[in-house]
């Protein structure tokens, strides 16, 4: 069932009241993790009150879902626009609707979609008069925990992967980090060497410069294992359930990943 606004405004409370403290455990300032809102499944209608509690960054699974919430521009409380992060893995077919709509993609891993994306970009209207070209921010998923469920780079090839992109040229496309899902345990401490994992590629390649000059983002840890996460480095979390309540699955949503 859904949550009501002061239901969400509960959630919250208690979610920042755990990220904070594993923020100060880890001798981190709680500016330096972002909060994404995973909106998945979940109404436009649930999405406004979100923003009405100080929501600034949503994260969705599907990208016709993306377009049916962020397709018009929405305002945060601040006056800045919200963003919209695709987080689940995108066919071929529709990068180009992903590339329209997010302002980041979590999910890319594949030389060919980051190829396509860039041409994506480029071929797409700016954001600026008479400028050509949308810069969009892309993750690269990791499967860090091995898990045949997983979508993501196989662990033993994700340094070749990112090593091939060196020296490339990518104008359209700012590549900000790494992202993981935990193990599927139930227990938080499993997912610490898989974090730990991205934390080390990710500071490898960071350290690089040239196209990897952006790479500071690690998008790992969920409800479950959030303070673990946050204790390896992540500086994105992603959020759901707890902040908005159960999903309805019932509701068809036609559009296959």
Same mark, same amino acid.
């Given at each position: 069932?859904? +949550? ?36 998945? +499944?979940?109404? $436009?209608?649930?999405?406004?009150? %979100? ?14 879902? $993306? ?5 018009? !521009? ?14 689940? #893995? ?18 890319? %891993? ?11 970009? %480029?071929?797409?209207?700016?954001? =600026?008069?008479?400028?050509?070209? =949308? ?20 662990? $033993? !090839? ?12 990518? #104008? ?34 960071? %350290?690089?410069?040239?196209? +990897?000059?952006?790479? /500071? ?7 479950? /294992? ?20 159960? !999903?309805?699955?019932? =509701? #068809? ?5």
């Amino acid at each position: 069932m859904e +949550f009501t606004l002061e239901e969400m405004r509960g959630q919250l409370a208690k979610l920042e009241t755990r990220i904070s403290a594993a923020c100060a455990q880890a001798g981190r300032s709680r500016e330096s993790v972002l909060l994404v809102w995973v909106s998945k +499944f979940h109404p $436009a209608e649930a999405v406004e009150n %979100a923003i009405a509690l100080g929501a600034k960054v949503f994260g969705e699974n599907r990208v016709q879902e $993306a377009e049916s919430k962020f397709s018009e !521009r929405r305002v945060a409380l601040d006056g800045s626009t919200v963003q919209c992060h695709v987080i689940g #893995p995108v066919q071929s077919n529709k990068l180009k609707k992903a590339a329209i709509v997010a302002d980041c993609i979590h999910s890319i %891993a594949s030389m060919e979609a980051v190829e396509k994306l860039e041409k994506v970009c %480029a071929a797409l209207p700016g954001e =600026k008069v008479a400028a050509s070209g =949308k810069t969009l921010e892309i993750l690269f998923q990791v499967n860090a925990g091995e898990e045949e469920t997983k979508s993501g780079l196989d662990i $033993a !090839r994700a340094d070749e992967f990112l090593a091939a992109l060196e020296g490339r040229n990518f #104008p359209h496309l700012k590549f900000r980090g790494l992202m993981t899902i935990g193990k599927n345990t139930g227990v938080a401490e499993d997912s610490r060497e898989c974090f730990a994992f991205l934390r080390n590629l990710q500071q490898k390649y960071l %350290a690089k410069g040239g196209v +990897f000059a952006n790479f /500071d983002q690690l998008s790992m840890g969920m409800t479950g /294992d959030l303070e673990v996460a946050i204790e390896e480095g992540s500086t994105m979390i992603r959020v759901g359930t707890a902040l908005f309540g159960e !999903r309805d699955y019932s =509701k #068809p949503v036609n559009d296959p990943v």
